[in-house]
């Protein structure tokens, strides 16, 4: 069976530009989740989203944004991009949320 | 609010010795516990979980965790180290007695990277 899928794999951005990473779950897994990882740190809790609505957020600015569409793939959207922003962002899948989380392979975000 | 301290940043072992790598947590409920596991590149694969079930969690790879509620540690040790175990390891909290984090999402220690020795 299929993994989690996150696209694109890495890219470059700006400061100030906008980005919008991509996830699919895994079949038949309604509940996504995002985290962003800091060079050094653990995963850090920005999303959760379940059926299409958000059913948690950490503390990130309203700059982090994310949506989950009708086939549960997600997106998640970072405006205004600052030097602090590059990370790894993941993406995790579960039946709902409270159920065992399974990682995607990360998008790994640079802003220069 | 949950926290999770991992106490090593760096654990160098020689292949075939044992693994400890030592995490205490903090939480105002029961929690569940969880290790998982970053090899370079990869995903976060999960070790083992603990979910107020047996206190001694047997996870894959040979790994096992104890949950000790009167020291709120939650250590991760393997008998014998082998070379494939090189990695970063998370140790891993969450509020609700499931395994997704719920509503605050998982949260993660900083990590502790294990090396192995040949």
């Known amino acids: 069976d299929a993994g989690v899928t996150q696209s694109p794999t890495h890219l470059i951005k700006t400061r100030g530009q906008h980005v919008t990473l991509r996830c699919s779950p895994i079949?038949?897994?309604?509940?996504v989740s995002w985290y962003q990882q800091v060079l050094g740190q653990g995963p850090q809790f920005i999303f959760q989203?379940?059926?299409?609505?958000?059913?948690g957020r950490g503390n990130f600015p309203d700059r982090f944004s994310a949506r989950q569409f009708p086939n549960y793939s997600s997106e998640l959207n970072v405006n205004a991009l600052l030097l602090g922003d590059s990370a790894l962002y993941l993406c995790?899948?579960?039946?709902?949320?409270?159920?065992?989380?399974?990682f995607g392979p990360g998008t790994r975000l640079t802003v220069t | 609010a949950q926290s999770v301290t991992q106490l090593d940043s760096h654990v160098s072992v020689s292949e075939g010795t044992p693994v400890l790598l030592r995490c205490n947590y903090s939480?105002?409920?029961?929690?569940?516990l969880f290790w998982y596991v970053q090899h370079p590149n990869k995903g976060l694969q999960l070790l083992l979980k603990y979910t107020s079930a047996a206190t001694l969690v047997k996870g894959i790879n040979g790994f096992e965790a104890e949950f000790k509620k009167s020291e709120t540690s939650f250590h991760l040790t393997k008998p014998s180290a082998h070379m494939s175990d090189a990695a970063e390891y998370f140790c891993v909290v969450s509020e609700d007695s499931y395994s997704g984090g719920g509503a605050d999402g998982l949260t993660f220690g900083k990590g502790t990277h294990l090396i192995i020795q040949p």
């Open positions: 989203y379940y059926e299409k609505e958000e059913r």
């Open positions: 995790a899948s579960s039946l709902a949320p409270t159920y065992e989380q399974y």
């Open positions: 939480s105002s409920y029961s929690p569940s």
């Open positions: 079949s038949g897994h309604k509940s």
